[in-house]
């Protein structure tokens, strides 16, 4: 029987394997990984399903890490389910020719047709905390995995305490479903490098360290897998590549002070008013979405003009344009970092008038990615409002320099360059399906 256990990595670097002895174990000291391009943008929702569904993000949907909901005008920021994506993923396609198949932690994997999932999925309490539970498939699995490991450790996952503790969770609880189930294809998503590479910069000491600590959970990861399977089959993907960041863009203020972004000014500071603004900025990492309210083609041309030539956007992108974003969810107009600058949510005039929520450590309140929640404040208790302390950030526009990441696999034959949507084949052809385009 066929097994095939994948990992998605994201940040994983070719120069980083020189550190990695246990994850070159795998595939032999003398392997050559073979050259991954990423399709933009290189964010987790888009790079994880499109190597899920070999399709681009104009087809499958996940155009970022959150969507704006137009007709409910409702941002909803890493909370969706798997049915937003819109293309048959590798479950699906496994499930008809009888290949079991398991997801551990990526992002859009609740609800999905893997037979085996486990994903965080904490209880929002009425007071606003959150009480600790993974959704897991079959469902009483997180009990064992509970009375096994504890709960999973969400405050480890993202955030000021973000370290290896969730990623070694996530591997030794995916190592355990691997003896109890056996899946044939098991995905599985490994965090750890997100944190200090952007925190402190990709080739910082604090991301030389992450490296090292990876690399122990994977060896003592691979010894349990073997242990499970016998014969198992590896590959390795990273997710995208982060990049050294000295420059951040707010575009939410250039909307506002052009009279396009509009806010409410409360007792509590002043808070987006998507009803009353004619274009504002979902931010992700390197790009963001700007919807503008009607799709009005003038106002569209008018935010086109406003970016063109700002410092830190390489491409301002419409229409057809939009190439692997050219999709009903994204914004009119998509902005694209240059290399070392990344986009912030912004919009407030002076500290003082921003909402309650930029100072907390609140990824869904937020409308767009906030990495400066790394560095939460203890003794202040709250969330620095200062964006340039961010050093790595990831999602440039790969396709107009052809930077790329990496993928290593066990299976013979892999081509020395290959794209990001040829994983979906490469998982396919291995088990010998024969399903094509």
Same mark, same amino acid.
């Given at each position: ?190 965090? @750890? %490098? +997100?944190?200090? *590479? ?6 910082? !000491?604090?991301?030389?360290?992450? $490296?090292?600590?990876? /690399? ?54 002043? @808070? %987006? +008013?998507?009803? *009353? ?6 931010? !992700?990492?390197?790009?963001?979405? $700007?919807?503008?309210? /009607? ?56 500290? +003082? ?85």
């Amino acid at each position: 029987m066929k097994n095939l256990i994948f990992l998605t990595v994201p940040g994983l670097r070719r120069q980083d394997l020189s550190a990695m002895p246990n994850l070159q174990s795998l595939f032999g000291q003398s392997t050559t990984p073979s050259t991954l391009c990423h399709s933009f943008p290189a964010v987790t929702w888009p790079s994880q399903a499109t190597m899920l569904t070999g399709k681009t993000a104009d087809k499958h949907g996940a155009v970022g890490n959150g969507f704006y909901w137009r007709d409910k005008q409702k941002v909803e920021m890493w909370t969706a389910w798997n049915e937003v994506i819109h293309q048959p993923q590798l479950w699906d396609e496994l499930k008809t020719h009888g290949v079991s198949t398991a997801a551990w932690f990526p992002m859009l994997s609740k609800g999905s047709n893997a037979d085996f999932v486990c994903m965080p999925a904490p209880i929002h309490q009425p007071d606003g905390s959150e009480g600790l539970w993974c959704y897991t498939k079959p469902q009483d699995f997180y009990g064992t995995l509970l009375e096994k490991f504890e709960h999973f450790p969400l405050k480890h996952f993202w955030g000021p305490l973000a370290n290896i503790q969730s990623t070694q969770w996530i591997a030794d609880s995916a190592a355990l479903a691997a003896e109890t189930f056996k899946p044939q294809f098991f995905y599985i998503y490994l965090p @750890h %490098l +997100d944190y200090a *590479a952007q925190k402190f910069g990709p080739d910082s !000491d604090q991301a030389t360290q992450a $490296v090292a600590e990876l /690399d122990g959970v994977i060896g003592t990861m691979a010894q349990k897998m073997a242990a499970a399977y016998g014969d198992v089959q590896w590959m390795v993907a990273s997710e995208y590549e982060i990049t050294a960041v000295d420059h951040v863009s707010y575009p939410n203020r250039l909307l506002r002070a052009a009279g396009l972004l509009k806010v409410e000014e409360k007792d509590d500071g002043e @808070h %987006l +008013d998507l009803s *009353a603004s004619g274009a504002w900025a979902m931010v !992700d990492h390197q790009f963001s979405h $700007v919807f503008v309210r /009607d799709r009005d083609q003038e106002t569209i041309q008018a935010v086109v003009d406003l970016f063109n030539g700002s410092l830190g956007i390489e491409r301002v992108l419409t229409g057809p344009e939009r190439g692997s974003l050219d999709h009903p969810r994204s914004g009119d107009v998509i902005l694209a970092s240059s290399a070392n600058s990344w986009q912030a949510y912004y919009w407030w005039e002076g500290d +003082d008038k921003a909402p309650p929520f930029a100072t907390q450590v609140d990824i869904h309140k937020k409308p767009g990615y906030d990495p400066v929640e790394l560095f939460f404040d203890f003794e202040k208790m709250q969330v620095p409002l200062d964006a340039e302390l961010i050093k790595g950030s990831h999602g440039y526009d790969w396709n107009a320099d052809q930077s790329q990441g990496i993928l290593l696999s066990t299976v013979p034959g892999l081509e020395k360059n290959i794209v990001d949507t040829d994983v979906f084949h490469l998982v396919t052809n291995y088990f010998e399906v024969g399903l094509g385009g």
